[in-house]
Structures are given as structure tokens and as C-alpha cells.
């Protein structure tokens, strides 16, 4: 049971870009902006950030985001999708390439304390291939995926337990990417 009254019976972060759309808007703005498109300078793909904001959300064990963003990764590999749950499970034996494994790494210490990147660690994804914006890029997802993670669990949102829920989901933001949901009233 949320801690609000949402007056709206949706799922996580959408109950509440919902109950506020003026505070929606700019979340929804920033979680297109950085898990669709990214930067020019930037070599991840959609899949990827996705898999990042679900890594992060698993560490903050916050299930709605893990579940929603890892149905979009899975969504968004297509006939690489169990790379997510391998990921979730194992980053580090996951069949994943080493660029990406270092930038879970760099993403995981932003998830537990920020301050522990360091130039070493960046080095190492560096050195691996990835780009000033491939860092950028994925120090800004774990950030910001820490501030969903405790908006979502801090209100205590509606979290589905169905897995068919998140694979609609997954579709839906694979597709349409971040759309602020319509207001939708409860009677």
C-alpha cells in the first residue's frame, strides 16, 4: 500500500509521474534522455543502459525498477536476452563483453558510494574501449537510477509480482521508450 493517496492503481514510478505531473515530466524527460539515444559520443546501446539502470536497481534491491528495466533490456537484446539474467546474477561471469563488465563495475561503486571511482577504475573501462560518454553516461544511470530506486521504494509504490506485468512493461518501454503516462482517476 503506498504511503500517499496516488488516486490511480499504476505501478511504480508511473503511479507517481501520475500523481504529479509536473515532477513526472522532468523524471520521464531524463530516463528517455538517458536510456534511449544517448549521446553522440557515447558507443552503448539502448539494451545496454537498460541493463545498467536494472543492475543498479537490483543492487538498491528495489524490484519494481530491476524487473521493469530488465524486461526492457531483455526486450531490447531480442535473441540475446538471457545476458540480463546472467548479469543479475553474475556480472562477472556473465557473457558479457569486458567494456561492459567494467562499466557495471564503475556503476556499482557509483550505487554504493560514489566516491570510490576511481581513476583507476575508469582507466580500466577506458582501456577496454569505452568512451568519455559511455563513462558519462553510465555514471548518470547509476546516479539516477539510486534517486528512482528510493523515489519508487521511499513511497512505497504499487510493485507487481506477475513476470507478464514487466514483460508488458519491457515491450512498452522498448517501444515507446519514456512517455508520461495519462492521469487516470480512480472512482
Known amino acids: 500500500?503506498?504511503?500517499?493517496?496516488?488516486?490511480?492503481?499504476?505501478?511504480?514510478?508511473?503511479?507517481?509521474?501520475?500523481y504529479r505531473p509536473d515532477t513526472g515530466q522532468p523524471l520521464y524527460e531524463l530516463a528517455q534522455a538517458l536510456l534511449r539515444a544517448g549521446s553522440p559520443d557515447s558507443t552503448l546501446m539502448d539494451a545496454d543502459r537498460e541493463l545498467i539502470a536494472a543492475f543498479v536497481s537490483s543492487r538498491n534491491?528495489?524490484?519494481?525498477?530491476m524487473n521493469s528495466h530488465a524486461a526492457a533490456a531483455r526486450f531490447?537484446?531480442?535473441?540475446?536476452?538471457?545476458?540480463?539474467?546472467?548479469?543479475?546474477?553474475?556480472?562477472?561471469?556473465a557473457a558479457i563483453s569486458p567494456k561492459l563488465r567494467a562499466l557495471l563495475a564503475v556503476a556499482d561503486h557509483v550505487q554504493?558510494?560514489?566516491?570510490?571511482?576511481?581513476?583507476?577504475?575508469v582507466e580500466a573501462a577506458r582501456t577496454l574501449g569505452a568512451t568519455d560518454g559511455d563513462i558519462h553516461d553510465t555514471v548518470l544511470i547509476a546516479a539516477s537510477?539510486?534517486?528512482y530506486n528510493r523515489y519508487v521504494d521511499g513511497l512505497a509504490t504499487l510493485t507487481p509480482t506477475d513476470p507478464a506485468a514487466y514483460a508488458a512493461m519491457g515491450e512498452r518501454m522498448g517501444t515507446l521508450g519514456y512517455v508520461l503516462p495519462t492521469p487516470v482517476k480512480l472512482q
Open 76 to 93: 531490447l537484446y531480442g535473441d540475446q536476452a538471457s545476458i540480463v539474467d546472467q548479469v543479475l546474477r553474475s556480472p562477472d561471469t
Open 112 to 121: 554504493a558510494d560514489a566516491r570510490t571511482v576511481s581513476t583507476e577504475l
Open 1 to 18: 500500500m503506498p504511503h500517499i493517496q496516488l488516486s490511480n492503481d499504476a505501478p511504480g514510478i508511473r503511479s507517481l509521474a501520475m
Open 61 to 65: 534491491c528495489t524490484d519494481f525498477c
Open 145 to 147: 537510477f539510486c534517486m
